[in-house]
């Protein structure tokens, strides 16, 4: 090889090691524990945030079932108190 061969070879060699470095660094960026936590939760906020529009949406184009639901709901969540109600009359 001639030295002219060998320059270039070792000017492609320390750009591809560079190009290494630039990667690993970005890598290492992509996989920081702050940076996967922030993004987790920016995720987990667009989805309730589209999950929440979604369900207003829904109400709104049927007040009458959204308003049943709530009745069953408030109905379930006191069961115990109302059989109580019952129990205490007799």
Do not use: C, W, Y
């Not at 000017?11 to 990667?23: G, K, N, P, S, Y």
């Not at 940076?35 to 987790?40: C, G, I, M, Q």
């Amino acid at each position: 090889m001639t030295s002219a061969k060998v320059a270039a070879a070792e000017i492609e060699a320390a750009l591809a090691r560079q190009r290494v470095m630039m990667t690993i660094g970005q890598l290492q960026d992509r996989l920081n524990p702050r940076r996967l936590a922030l993004n987790a939760s920016r995720d987990v906020a667009d989805v309730s945030s589209a999950a929440l529009t979604a369900g207003v949406d829904t109400v709104r184009r049927n007040p009458g079932s959204a308003a049943g639901a709530a009745a069953v709901a408030g109905l379930f969540f006191a069961r115990h108190r109302i059989v109580g109600l019952f129990r205490r009359g007799r």
